[in-house]
């Protein structure tokens, strides 16, 4: 395709993936032979509200990796990019899978974060392939412990919601790793500092709106 025609095609997919809660997956919901607990409504509202956030990361992260296949300088980087956003809708899916079983909704405020994530993951691809790759490093390294904080917030009784972040913990640590392996720059203190800032704007916010 063109460099137009792949424009509107990721344009597509952001809004797919940011409004329509558009997903596939190819692996079972990790939740879906536990039976649901009779949870509080403050422990109810609590998961829903921590998988909002959630949620909203799995579509930043969709913008993230569409970005940097985007302007990746080699096609080996790219078919990473394109293979780690696909295992992406996986969690996409069950995040939102689980959000309708809380009878709540997702972020109103997806659309930004992908679009944002979209950004700087493009910046991240014109930087280089050993940057973005230290970008992806990075990024799930981060994740791994804002699921691990999670998982220490929920009620123990909400076997369901734990089982989803379970699993989608130890993907992102493989990605990281991945990434690692596959040359990755490790980036500077200060990007560091700077994505975790950006990340807490995302989860606080996402949290009620």
Not at 81 to 103: F, I, V
Not at 157 to 176: F, R, V, Y
Request: charged share 30%.
């Amino acid at each position: 395709m063109s460099l137009v025609d792949q424009i509107i095609s990721e344009i597509d997919k952001g809004l797919k993936f940011s409004l329509d809660n558009y997903q596939k997956e190819s692996r079972a919901y990790p939740a879906e032979e536990i039976e649901e607990d009779n949870l509080s409504e403050l422990d109810r509202s609590h998961s829903a509200n921590l998988m909002r956030v959630n949620h909203s990361g799995e579509v930043a992260a969709q913008g993230l990796y569409r970005g940097q296949a985007l302007t990746a300088k080699l096609d080996g980087t790219r078919e990473k990019m394109d293979k780690a956003a696909l295992e992406e809708l996986d969690h996409l899916s069950w995040c939102n899978k689980r959000l309708e079983e809380l009878n709540d909704r997702p972020s109103h405020l997806n659309p930004l974060w992908y679009g944002l994530s979209f950004g700087m993951g493009a910046i991240a691809g014109f930087a280089g392939d050993k940057w973005s790759l230290g970008f992806v490093h990075e990024t799930e390294h981060q994740v791994v412990k804002h699921l691990e904080r999670h998982l220490e917030n929920l009620s123990t009784n909400d076997k369901k919601t734990i089982a989803i972040l379970e699993q989608m913990k130890i993907d992102e640590a493989k990605h990281s790793d991945e990434a690692l392996d596959s040359g990755a720059e490790i980036l500077p203190d200060g990007i560091k500092s700077l994505m975790g800032v950006i990340a807490k704007v995302m989860t606080k916010t996402s949290y009620y709106v």
